[in-house]
Nanobody, 129 residues
Framework: QVQLVESGGGLVQAGGSLRLSCAASGRTFSNYPMAWFRQAPGKEREFVAA????????YDADSVKGRFTISRDNVKNTVYLQMNSLKPEDRAVYHCAAVARGYYSGSYYSTRADEMDYWGKGTLVFVSS
């Protein structure tokens, strides 16, 4: 009932920046906690960043803390991942996901893939050395 479409991926040099977008459609988006995950070739999917539905509560994985910023615009039904100081190890397919299984406070967020109810198909980020 919710479709998530990522965009903004591409090729960037190490140290550069990209901003990923995840556009939601099909149902009200504003009350869903959201998160970004990534999966590199040959590696397991890992959590990147999470945000509450209010947009005021966020959490970043240690591997990206200080470099990536998750945000959202509920008017535009879009969540963003601003990625700065990109490293080759950031290369992966980035997926956005939504928690839609219940009601949540404005401060709630989740870092667990198994709590996500909707997933986008992903956008590829390639960071060259």
């Amino acid at each position: 009932q919710v479709q998530l479409v990522e965009s903004g991926g591409g090729l960037v040099q190490a140290g550069g920046s990209l901003r990923l977008s995840c556009a939601a459609s099909g149902r009200t988006f504003s009350n869903y906690p959201m998160a970004w995950f990534r999966q590199a070739p040959g590696k397991e999917r890992e959590f990147v960043a999470a945000i509450s539905w209010s947009g005021y509560n966020t959490y970043d994985a240690d591997s990206v803390k200080g470099r990536f910023t998750i945000s959202r615009d509920n008017v535009k039904n879009t969540v963003y991942l601003q990625m700065n100081s990109l490293k080759p190890e950031d290369r992966a397919v980035y997926h956005c996901a939504a928690v839609a299984r219940g009601y949540y406070s404005g401060s709630y967020y989740s870092t667990r893939a198994d709590e996500m109810d909707y997933w986008g198909k992903g956008t590829l980020v390639f960071v060259s050395s």
